[in-house]
């Protein structure tokens, strides 16, 4: 079995900050690609920032120069630094890996979701 266990998230004033963590649990052999994504109330959910076991990283348009995706491969862990965060970043964020629990098989695993409230 598999966990993904996100936290940090909460309320926060627009031009703040939040980092988010997300931590893998279980069966875990490897883990290649991770990423956080969002859904905001009546929308669909969108990627936020992905991040390869090298270090490559990949950003949406809207939050390139404010958000930092990082890892820690050691720990299973993504981290999601955001500052400057706006009203418009408010959403559930969700935590996602693609975890190969030792068979040669990658799958894609989500977290339980961390609400994200920028607001004053």
């Known amino acids: 079995q598999v966990q993904l266990v996100e936290s940090g998230g909460g309320l926060v004033q627009p031009g703040g900050s939040l980092r988010l963590s997300c931590t893998g649990s279980g069966s875990i052999f490897s883990i290649n690609a991770m990423g956080w994504y969002r859904q905001a109330p009546g929308k669909p959910r969108e990627l936020v920032a992905a991040?390869?076991?090298?270090?490559?990283?990949n950003y949406a348009d809207s939050v390139k120069g404010r958000f930092t995706i990082s890892r820690d491969n050691a720990k299973n862990t993504v981290y999601l630094q955001m500052n400057s965060l706006k009203p418009e970043d408010t959403a559930v964020y969700y935590c996602?890996?693609?975890?190969?629990?030792?068979?040669?098989?990658?799958?894609?695993?989500w977290g339980q979701g961390t609400q994200v409230t920028v607001s004053s």
């Open positions: 996602n890996a693609e975890i190969d629990k030792g068979l040669g098989i990658w799958n894609d695993y």
């Open positions: 991040i390869t076991y090298g270090g490559s990283t």
